[in-house]
Each structure stands twice: as structure tokens, then as C-alpha cells.
């Protein structure tokens, strides 16, 4: 019953501390975290989903594969890591987007390094578990769980990137006046009205 109540207790408190480092940088005056408050929450959720259920594919120590209950049951941090990358992925490039020309640091510089790494290393990462998950479904051995090795670390590292990526996107956004100025410009002037 304790227990019961404490995995209660995590479930409810989980998503605020996944998202609240979001939710701090969009509250801030850095253009592009600002600008980008409806996605950071989001972003960050699934990169902790994706990290936190990478983490536990390595744990788990070969569970999570294979035809038996128990690896069924074991399977779920191999899920919630697939389905935290989609989020972050998808939450990066929707926010990307919408940003448009105040997300250049996503595109130019240190940051989109930093960005296009960390979709490689977690589309590859998740593209690599799912295929473990499959192949570890026909069968057991040492290639399933290196395969869940390499992809769970992938999705770590790929997690880790895109947090150094929003850092440094702040960072250069924060420096040029392009990017402070013109967006304060815009909301005071009306758009057709002389400057």
C-alpha cells in the first residue's frame, strides 16, 4: 500500500518537475526562450520521458525483450523513451518553426550544432530501440541488449544536446539587438503604421 501511494506521489509530481525548467526559461526576457513559451514545457517533458526511460532500458539489464510476462511488463521504459523522443523531436521543430525569424540561433551557430546532433543522436537512438524491442521479441542474446546499450545511450546524449542547444540559442539571442529589439519594436508599433 506505501508503495501504491508512493508511485502515486511520483506520477502526480513528475510532469511538473519535468516541465518546470521550461516554464523558468520562458519566463525569463531571452527572446527565443520567451518567444518560445507555449513548446518549452513540452520539449523538455519528453526529453525527460526519453532520458528517464533510456535510463531504465539500461537498468533493466536485458528485461523488457523476449516473449515472457515479465519482459512485457519491463518493456514500459522502453516505451515511454520511444514516445518521449517523438515528443521532443516534434516539440523542437514545432517551436522552431513557429519562431521563425527570431529561432535563427536554432539555425546559425553553436546552437544548431548543437540541435541537428541531438536530432541524430535521438532519432537514431529511438529508431535502434524500437528495432531492439522487435528483434528482442523473436529472440534473446548479447546483440539485443548491446543494441539497447548503444540506443538508450544515444537518446541520453541526444537529450543532453538539445538542452545545450537551448542554452546557447539564449545565449546568442540574448547578445544580438536583432533579436531583443526588433520583436519589442513590432509589438508596440502597430504592423502598416509609420515607424
Given at each position: 500500500r506505501v508503495?501504491?501511494?508512493?508511485?502515486?506521489?511520483?506520477?502526480g509530481l513528475a510532469p511538473a518537475l519535468a516541465?518546470?525548467?521550461g516554464v523558468l526559461l520562458a519566463d525569463t526576457a531571452v527572446p527565443v526562450w520567451h518567444e518560445a513559451h507555449r513548446e518549452l514545457p513540452f520539449l523538455f517533458a519528453g526529453g525527460a520521458a526519453a532520458s528517464g526511460?533510456?535510463?531504465?532500458?539500461l537498468l533493466a539489464?536485458?528485461?523488457g525483450v523476449g516473449p515472457d510476462p515479465l519482459s512485457r511488463r519491463a518493456a514500459s521504459p522502453r516505451r515511454l523513451a520511444l514516445a518521449g523522443?517523438?515528443?521532443?523531436?516534434?516539440a523542437g521543430e514545432v517551436?522552431?518553426?513557429?519562431?521563425?525569424?527570431?529561432?535563427?540561433?536554432y539555425r546559425n551557430g553553436v546552437a544548431a550544432i548543437l540541435s541537428r546532433?541531438?536530432?541524430?543522436?535521438?532519432?537514431?537512438?529511438?529508431?535502434?530501440?524500437?528495432?531492439?524491442?522487435?528483434?528482442?521479441?523473436?529472440?534473446?542474446?548479447r546483440a539485443v541488449r548491446r543494441l539497447d546499450v548503444g540506443a538508450s545511450a544515444a537518446i541520453l546524449v541526444g537529450a543532453a544536446l538539445e538542452r545545450f542547444a537551448i542554452f546557447h540559442a539564449g545565449r546568442q539571442s540574448a547578445s544580438d539587438p536583432k533579436y531583443v529589439v526588433g520583436p519589442?519594436?513590432?509589438r508596440l508599433v502597430p504592423s502598416g503604421a509609420p515607424a
Open positions: 508503495a501504491g501511494v508512493g508511485h502515486l506521489a511520483t506520477a516541465t518546470y525548467t526511460g533510456a535510463l531504465g532500458v539489464g536485458g528485461a523522443s517523438i515528443l521532443e523531436m516534434g517551436m522552431r518553426r513557429r519562431l521563425g525569424e527570431l529561432g535563427e540561433p546532433a541531438s536530432n541524430v543522436a535521438t532519432l537514431a537512438g529511438g529508431v535502434a530501440l524500437a528495432g531492439a524491442g522487435l528483434l528482442g521479441a523473436r529472440t534473446r542474446g519589442q519594436r513590432r
